[in-house]
């Protein structure tokens, strides 16, 4: 919104606020840093200031979530991007068949929100890649994982792979 001395109002209004649902719906903002690498805690409340001749002139707070941080299995099931994102966090258990367990369960959680449509083809897509892409395995890893859907008769999933 635009202000100004004696009630100016320039021709064009610069009222964006009707394209801002959040603007308009009178919504809180929170700021969130996902951070890949390990950080004090899991979830803290960070500020960023600027300023100059001794003076501060912003203030920025926000969240910031040190990924590595929180235990996965805790956030498998709470959502498509939370599936994604567990991949960044601590394991239950360290290993060869954790790391499986884990890719496993994350795309799982990827699936089943495609199944339920609540995500479509390119944000599945964009997740799943996410995946392989920070809990990459190895080629051995990849066939026992396949094995494991073969047993299991999960076929679906593995078209994701």
């Known amino acids: 919104m635009f202000t100004g001395s004696a009630g100016f109002q320039p021709a064009n209004s610069c009222r964006r606020t009707d394209r801002l649902p ?12 996902l951070v ?5 805690a899991g979830i803290t409340l960070e500020e960023y200031s600027e300023g100059v001749f001794g003076r501060t002139y912003v203030t920025f707070r926000y969240l910031q979530i040190s990924l590595p941080r929180p235990p996965a299995d805790d956030y498998l099931t709470r959502g498509p991007l ?10 239950a258990a360290r290993g060869r068949a954790a790391r499986i367990a884990l890719h496993l369960a994350c795309l799982r959680g990827v699936r089943q929100a ?8 390119a944000r599945t897509e964009l997740l799943v890649n996410m995946v392989a892409t ?15 859907l073969q047993r299991g008769g999960d076929t679906d999933l593995a078209r994701l792979l």
């Open 22 to 33: 959040r603007l308009r719906e009178r919504l809180p903002v929170i700021p969130i840093a």
């Open 82 to 91: 939370a599936a994604g994102l567990a991949n960044l966090m601590r394991p």
């Open 114 to 121: 495609a199944d339920a449509s609540v995500l479509d083809d």
């Open 36 to 40: 890949l690498y390990p950080g004090r």
């Open 134 to 148: 920070y809990l990459p395995l190895s080629a051995q890893e990849e066939r026992a994982l396949r094995v494991q």
